[in-house]
């Protein structure tokens, strides 16, 4: 089975750039699936960023990453990242990497998900 181990987290200032890291651990193959990045802000829901289809042609933001943030894949790594820059103190939460068998951006249709990875950014 296929696990998602997330790096890349760690306390940042308001107005930086930080890449996450996304690394699909053996199982299934990595490159049929699309891969999608989530987060949750302190007593909150889980919401979704990016998401990015298997082939790498396909993505889509959430409102919250459009212009600020791009993710990106290296299917011969079995990597997948989320660079977000222009930071803010919104933007503190633990981000998740999922893995999804189709395009998707509901939580709910993605079966892998890592163990999540902290971001906190201060003002």
């Known amino acids: 089975q296929m696990q998602l181990v997330e790096s890349g987290g760690g306390l940042v200032q308001a107005g930086d750039s930080l890449r996450l890291s996304c690394n699909a651990t053996s199982g299934r193959t990595f490159s049929t699936y699309a891969m999608g990045w989530f987060r949750q802000p302190p007593g909150k829901e889980r919401e979704f960023l990016a998401v990015?289809?298997?082939?790498?042609?396909?993505?889509k933001y959430a409102d919250s990453m459009r212009g600020r943030g791009t993710i990106s894949r290296d299917n011969a790594k079995n990597m997948a990242y989320l660079q977000i820059n222009s930071l803010k103190p919104e933007d503190t939460a633990v981000y998740f990497c999922a893995a999804s068998p189709g395009y998707s951006w509901h939580p709910r249709d993605f079966d892998t998900w890592g163990q999540g990875t902290q971001v906190t950014v201060s003002s």
């Open positions: 990015i289809a298997w082939s790498g042609h396909s993505v």
